[in-house]
């Protein structure tokens, strides 16, 4: 773009800033015009008992294994072989956490680096049992496009961590203080063609999780 | 200054504005469609499969029904406050770090973000599915100004290729047959000519897009839901582009329309127990990505978009489909969508919502939406935020008629059956006349060109008396 030409989208930018504030000025006031009778906001209510503990842990392995992850129960510092056990032929693993002994995924590695990268490793800090998602905060992932890019993910999870549905695991977002964060619920997927299944659209190509 | 390219765009902005114009004409649209009885019959029945699926993954879910009446609640009590929330979210998300724009129209929204692309001298954008900027018109608008947009998802980007509009909420290319796909790939992205195995075709288009992700100045992504306690923007794909493309770019412009929000995270598990076992029968979308900080030296966007919907607030009967949270069961449910394609219906969204949202941008080009419905109500049935689907619908014909949109002899039919029906007298008359007639007349002129019903179906045959004579004479009987 030529010097000339930024400025004039600079000046374009300023004076759309003017007419945003216009903008909005006009639509908060079409709103409130509008009228629309007061409705009280109902209690959510509803939260499922789907026990606690084995039972927990159970429909939580048959929610992701229906949404083609796979689960693996693990012994607490078995992390590392049960990713080498998973993937031998991995060329490149990594991680964000120093819990591990993989090499440490860096938070300002280039992207073309990361879409490489064989497996990532990163801590869940909860999961959900009605859906099988793992919750994933920014600071467990490295850099927040590492989880989609990598060929496949890998997510560890303390089997304690279990919430039964997504009532419950939507109240801890009221408290999440980081910048970024996803539920993973399985590897990336499309149906877009004829509504078959394809694993491994645009992010990882396997989702696995470790239950320690 | 003067830009010579000003006055090309503008031509082609008149010529799009034309298009525009044109009344659509669902019936005729949809006797397109289903001249192809196969592909009538293969869509009906993939839709169809949808639908069970739904079904399925609400019987799942203990007190389904509470959850659809806590989710239309949570809706109506957010727009009754609209204002208050707005303000909270733009006061949260600035607080956060992200700057929050304006735009009363689909023309604002658009130079909105031709603006925020220019200043930082965008080339190269990367788009995920978004309903608004679909309705706003962005990609032709932004491809007219030079920029190279490439839409991300693979449906999205499977009709983008093809040149046309998607055809469903949640599954763009939905009406495309894996043959058709098969040819587009091998002309665009050099796949094997006759190779139409959906995981070839969907690694060929991963690896295609994994290189524009990488290349992209910019991504556009739509919300599903924005939170304004908190200031953060829920994001809800399955393939993970959404994703990609807002991490690997410097900037992300996500592009919302005002009804979008919610009062707090809490009410999030609401929507999202809903949004996926709705629209695919999933409990839950592979990535539900809850963004609320920029990422250190990137740039996040929010543009909130009125483009009618404060004026739809304002009309009673219409406010409800303000609920809708773009799920796309009403469309897989709809008896007629399924047989008639989404592009029959001219409009994005299509099916019964577009039908219902369309009237109400314009009505002069979206009169006859309205019609292609049966009444059923199967869509009001299956609305996980409880819209009253049909009923708008059946109003909105209303309105068609009030304002002179129906076909004279439509008029005048519902005129005379309205003075035939008022009195019993003639309500009997005309009952025979037309049994005798329907039995006496010849072919010819029974199925003539007025007789649309019948132009692939037989008339029943016409009884020899009616219910009120042969109960007249039964009872006379005893």
């Known amino acids: 773009m030529s010097r000339k030409r930024r400025h004039n989208a600079l000046g374009r930018a300023e004076r759309s800033a003017q007419n945003g504030s216009r903008a909005r000025e006009a639509i908060l006031e079409a709103v409130r015009r509008a009228g629309a009778p007061f409705a009280p906001l109902p209690s959510i209510v509803g939260a499922t008992d789907m026990g606690t503990g084995e039972a927990l842990t159970a429909r939580f392995m048959a929610s992701a294994q229906a949404a083609s992850a796979t689960v693996r129960i693990v012994e607490a510092g078995g992390v590392e072989a049960a990713v080498r056990e998973a993937f031998p032929g991995a060329a490149s693993v990594a991680s964000a956490s120093p819990a591990w002994g993989f090499e440490q995924a860096d938070p300002a590695a280039e992207a073309s680096a990361l879409a490489r990268l064989d497996v990532l490793v990163c801590p869940g800090a909860f999961g959900v049992a009605e859906n099988g998602a793992v919750w994933l905060a920014e600071s467990g992932m490295g850099s927040r496009v590492a989880p989609f890019l990598a060929q496949h993910l890998v997510l560890a999870l303390d089997h304690s961590a279990i919430v039964p549905d997504m009532h419950a695991a939507c109240d801890r977002l009221e408290t999440f203080g980081e910048g970024y964060g996803a539920f993973v619920a399985g590897p990336s997927k499309t149906a877009d063609i004829e509504q078959t299944l394809v694993i491994g659209a645009h992010g990882p190509r396997s989702l696995t999780v470790l239950l320690t | ?478």
């Open chain 2, 1 to 478: 200054m003067h830009d010579p390219t000003h006055d090309l765009m503008d031509d082609g902005a008149r010529l799009a504005a034309a298009d525009r114009s044109a009344r659509v004409r669902h019936a005729d649209r949809a006797a397109r469609f289903v001249a192809d009885a196969g592909q009538t019959d293969w869509h009906d029945a993939v839709l169809w499969r949808i639908r069970g699926k739904r079904d399925a993954a609400a019987g799942r879910v203990e007190g389904w029904e509470r959850l659809r009446a806590l989710a239309s609640e949570i809706k109506e009590h957010t727009l009754s406050r609209l204002d208050e929330y707005l303000a909270a979210f733009e006061e949260a998300a600035t607080a956060n770090g992200a700057q929050v724009h304006w735009a009363a129209d689909a023309d604002a929204h658009n130079r909105i973000v031709r603006d925020l692309l220019r200043a930082r001298g965008v080339r190269r954008v990367v788009k995920s599915k978004s309903m608004l900027t679909e309705e706003c018109g962005l990609n032709p608008y932004l491809e007219a100004r030079g920029f190279k947009v490439v839409d991300t998802d693979l449906g999205e980007r499977i009709v983008q290729l093809r040149e046309e509009p998607p055809s469903h909420l949640v599954a763009p290319a939905i009406h495309v047959r894996k043959e058709e796909i098969a040819a587009l790939f091998h002309e665009k992205l050099g796949t094997p000519a006759d190779a139409d195995d959906p995981r070839l075709l969907a690694a060929a288009m991963r690896e295609d897009l994994r290189a524009r992700f990488l290349a992209a100045d910019a991504a556009i992504t739509g919300v599903n839901f924005a939170v304004a306690s908190t200031g953060a923007l829920v994001l809800v794909t399955n393939e993970g582009n959404a994703d990609l493309g807002a991490h690997l770019a410097p900037a992300h412009i996500a592009c919302m329309g005002i009804e979008k929000l919610i009062p707090k995270p809490e009410h999030l598990g609401v929507f999202l127990r809903l949004l996926a076992r709705s629209a695919t029968g999933q409990p839950l979308s592979v990535y539900t990505s809850y963004f609320r900080r920029p990422a250190p030296g990137r740039e996040l966007h929010v543009v909130l978009v009125d483009n009618g919907r404060s004026r739809r607030l304002a009309q009673p009967d219409f406010r409800a489909a303000l609920k809708c949270i773009r799920c796309g069961a009403c469309l897989n449910t709809c008896p007629v969508y399924r047989r008639s394609g989404g592009h029959s219906y001219g409009a994005t969204p299509s099916g019964p919502i577009g039908a219902i949202l369309a009237p109400g941008m314009d009505m002069k080009r979206y009169a006859s939406l309205p019609f292609a419905s049966s009444l059923c109500g199967s869509c009001s049935d299956v609305c996980p935020v409880k819209i009253d689907i049909h009923a708008q619908l059946h109003r909105w014909r209303q309105v068609a008629a009030r304002e002179g949109y129906v076909s004279w002899p439509k008029r005048w039919g519902m005129r005379v059956a309205g003075w035939i029906v008022r009195s019993p007298r003639r309500y009997r008359l005309a009952g025979r006349l037309v049994r005798g007639w329907l039995r006496h007349a010849p072919r010819r002129l029974r199925y003539g060109p007025w007789n649309a019903w019948g132009r692939q179906r037989e008339l029943p045959r016409a009884p020899d008396r009616s219910f009120g004579e042969w109960y007249a004479a039964e009872r006379g009987k005893k």
